[in-house]
């Protein structure tokens, strides 16, 4: 005797969820039963809000954040100090470091940092926007806020060797996060002291 | 103490449990029953690592996903699951994120047959020798020797690549000389820390009065920074890093000789189990009795050594001992006996 399954099309919709980061099969099929057995219209809701977002968000042409025009908010706002720039690996360390307000500048993300052992290297970052906002911007100082492991180091130093000698004062935010530990694991207290305390480099 | 150890999917046993008592307790059984098994699970539950291996992947049971280990020492709860990607581990029934709290409870020293590489063997079964000492004393040993292995094997994958990676590896020059001249450090205090006991012990269990060194023999210069930069000729034509701590030695002398070469079989046994006894009053010195694990060497004695190493282990450290069988035990009667067979343990 044939096994009975669900419909071929809830089937597929189930594979699809379990694309999705942190959802496993047991929740895939939960969210997919809710899809289907939602007497509202909040799943069109949702798909209209997945399809407007891929379309309208994208990252800034400047410094790597969530945007939805050319440039994202930080960037786009002229009350920022502009001689001031903060290098992160991801966009999403940005926003921890925001909400510090221990910092008015503006960002460049560099979408990772160099790794041999996951064979990312240099050309695979966001280095050479770096170089030419260095060059375009007239930055008074730099600030390094890389993880303060080995790769974060490594990273730190790396760019440090490309950006001295060009008049540019280059920091890195105090250590004191957490060993090992990525930005957005970070309490805000952590990240503020690390912020103030930075050190030249 | 370890009170209770508990195994699930370990090696050969799908599911095992046993209490446990101070002082010393046997385990019997003929080769392949499971008796270093048990002991290496004692380990992995006490310091998440393996005194046979470096990687825990082996140890789950043919067929199985996922390992568990768990136990009860001085009044807390520990519980460790392995499988892959997947690390859970408990203390006292909460999660843990960081492994820091968890490992400063418990101290293990292993002794076994293998022990006799350490005086004869390459260099690397001394420097985990050191490592596995390192890590139960020195609260930052760890994360320090995991960043310099991390630099290392970075610096080396770059050094291998088609295209030139200068600037790349100078980047990871930092990180190698700061962890690597702590680790340096680490391990040289480590080996000062051993150098008294080591003797202390061989002269104990060696019925001889033979003169024992034992020298910490770094794997580059007292500048390291300095060396590493006069090596970068040597490094790009060998395409590896060729100074630091991953060449570090222990350099060990019977009456001034070199162990390695010139100690008969017998005084390497000894030398190796004074190492071992020494590591373990090393634990004590510092406060914590170790748990000693000791797997298969009691056979190998003749009589007058098997008693003088009795002896010689601290007496308020907790024992666990394998052995084929008891036979040679006529003369010591202290301690449980638990006998295995068929995957299954029998109090005798
Ligand atoms: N991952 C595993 N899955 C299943 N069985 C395993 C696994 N690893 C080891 N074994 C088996 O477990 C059995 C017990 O091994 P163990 O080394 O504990 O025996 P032992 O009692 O110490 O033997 P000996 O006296 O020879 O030292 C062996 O038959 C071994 O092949
Ligand atoms: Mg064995
Ligand atoms: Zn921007």
């Keep these: 005797m044939r096994r009975t399954e669900y419909p071929e099309a809830l089937r597929n919709l189930i594979a699809q969820l379990r694309q999705m980061p942190g959802v496993g099969p ?7 039963l809710w899809i289907v057995q939602n007497k509202a219209d909040a799943p069109e809701q949702i798909a209209n809000a997945l399809r407007s977002t891929r379309e309208s968000v994208r990252p800034c042409a400047l410094c790597g954040f969530f945007a939805t025009q050319e440039l994202c908010d930080i960037c786009a706002d002229e009350s920022r100090v502009v001689d001031l720039l903060c290098v992160v690996e991801q966009p999403t360390d940005i926003l921890p470091l925001e909400k510090t307000s221990a910092f008015r500048g503006r960002y460049h993300s560099l979408g990772g940092r160099i790794s041999p052992l996951d064979h990312v290297g240099p050309e695979d970052l966001r280095i050479q926007q770096l170089l030419d906002r260095a060059a375009k911007e007239k930055f008074s100082e730099i600030i390094f806020a890389l993880a303060a492991d080995v790769e974060g180091e490594a990273t730190t130093n790396y760019l440090v060797d490309l950006l001295k000698g060009k008049g540019i004062s280059l920091t890195r935010i105090a250590h004191g996060l957490p060993a090992g530990g ?15 305390g930075r050190t030249r480099l | 103490m370890l009170t209770q150890l508990q195994l699930r999917n370990f090696r050969c046993f799908e599911s095992l449990a046993l209490e446990l008592d101070a002082g010393f307790t046997f385990f ?43 136990g009860r020492f001085d009044e807390h709860a520990l519980e460790f699951s392995y499988g892959g990607l997947h690390r859970r581990l ?30 004869r063997g390459g260099s690397d079964a001394r420097r985990r020798y050191l490592d596995f000492l390192g890590t139960q004393i020195e609260p930052t040993y760890r994360s320090t020797l995991r960043a310099y292995e991390r630099a290392l094997r970075s610096r080396n994958a770059l050094l291998k690549s088609a295209t030139p990676r200068t600037r790349e590896i100078a980047a990871y020059d930092a990180p190698l000389i700061e962890n690597g001249t702590r680790l340096r450090d680490m391990r040289a205090t480590i080996v000062d820390r051993l150098a008294p ?13 033979e003169k024992i060194d034992i020298y910490f023999s770094p794997g580059a210069a007292e500048d390291f920074a300095k060396d590493l930069a006069e090596s970068r000729e040597k490094e790009l034509r060998l395409r590896q890093t060729v100074v630091g701590p991953h060449r570090d030695d222990v350099d060990l002398f019977v009456d001034g000789m070199p162990a390695n070469s010139f100690a008969s ?14 590591q ?21 004695l003749d009589p007058d050594r098997r008693n003088a190493l009795l002896r010689s282990l601290p007496n308020e450290s907790q024992k666990l001992v394998t052995a084929t069988s008891l036979q040679w035990r006529k003369d010591f009667a202290e301690g ?5 067979q068929d995957r299954q343990l029998h109090l005798r």
């Excluded at chain 2, 968890?102 to 076994?112: E, K, Q, T």
């Excluded at chain 2, 006991?197 to 009065?209: G, K, L, N, Y």
């Excluded at chain 2, 449980?336 to 295995?340: A, N, P, R, S, Y």
């Design chain 2, 28 to 70: 019997i059984g003929g080769n392949g029953e499971g008796k270093t098994s048990i002991l290496e699970a004692a380990c992995v539950l006490l310091r998440l690592q393996s005194q046979r291996t470096s990687t825990l992947s082996p140890l789950v049971r043919v067929g199985a996903k996922a390992f568990a280990v768990r």
């Design chain 2, 336 to 340: 449980h006996v638990f006998e295995l």
């Design chain 1, 26 to 32: 047991r929740s895939a099929e939960r969210i997919a």
């Design chain 2, 197 to 209: 006991f080591v003797r202390q012990a061989h002269h104990e269990i060696s019925v001889t009065t």
């Design chain 2, 265 to 278: 079989e017998g005084q390497q046994r000894t030398l190796a189990l004074a190492l071992k006894i020494a």
């Design chain 2, 280 to 300: 373990a009053r090393v634990f004590a010195a510092s406060g914590s009795s170790p748990l000693l694990l000791i797997d298969d060497i009691f056979g190998e």
């Design chain 1, 182 to 196: 990525g930005l957005e694991n970070a309490d805000e207290l952590t990240l503020y002291q690390a912020l103030s």
């Design chain 2, 90 to 119: 408990k203390f006292d029934d909460v999660d843990q994120r960081t492994a820091t709290e968890y490992l400063r409870l418990a101290r293990v020293v292993s002794f076994a047959n293998v022990d006799i590489e350490l005086v």
